[in-house]
């Protein structure tokens, strides 16, 4: 379980934020093109995001 501290929302929101900016940029994600690529790279930022404080948090561990 993840401690609902300050740090902890804002690392969420961090990657919420560029989980939507990743899907919601113009330009599909199985199209090529250069919205697409940006796209990709903003939804696995938001993934890794989500991950690294989902790990970092749940063992309690501050930065």
Same mark, same amino acid.
Do not use: C, N, R
């Given at each position: ?20 900016? &990743?899907?919601? =940029?113009?330009?599909? =994600?199985?199209?090529? &093109? ?5 796209? &990709?790279?903003? =939804?696995?930022?938001?993934? &890794? ?6 790990? !970092?948090?749940?063992?309690?561990? !501050?930065?």
């Amino acid at each position: 379980m993840i401690a609902k501290t300050k740090q902890a929302v804002y690392d969420m929101l961090i990657a919420a934020a560029f989980i939507t900016m &990743g899907v919601l =940029l113009p330009g599909s =994600l199985l199209d090529s &093109g250069f919205e697409a690529h940006i796209g &990709g790279i903003a =939804l696995g930022l938001g993934i &890794g995001w989500f991950l690294k404080s989902y790990i !970092q948090h749940s063992k309690g561990v !501050q930065p």
